[in-house]
């Protein structure tokens, strides 16, 4: 709270319109987003809106993730097996 109180809209908005307000229902729609749909969503919008996979800052999707999970789990499944 020290840092939203450094700002004087936060003090003089109504409650509702103020900076802290705006982020505060942004954050929880986000964490809303993420735990609903399981995925990487601020990922999602950080490749897909803002860096567009420039300087080398990109997002492996989540397919490739899910299979490489699927292959090494696949893997360490039979050496447990022949183990």
């Known amino acids: 709270m020290k840092m939203v ?24 729609s986000l964490v809303k987003e993420t735990q609903e749909s399981q995925q990487d969503v601020l990922g999602e ?3 897909a809106k803002i860096s567009f996979g420039e300087h080398g800052q990109f997002f492996t999707p989540s397919h490739v993730t899910d299979m490489m999970t699927r292959i090494v789990y696949s893997h360490e499944a039979k050496e447990k097996k022949n183990g």
């Open 5 to 28: 109180d450094k700002y004087k809209e936060n003090k003089t908005a109504e409650r509702g319109h103020r900076p802290a307000d705006y982020f505060t229902n942004a954050w929880g």
């Open 45 to 47: 919008i950080f490749t």
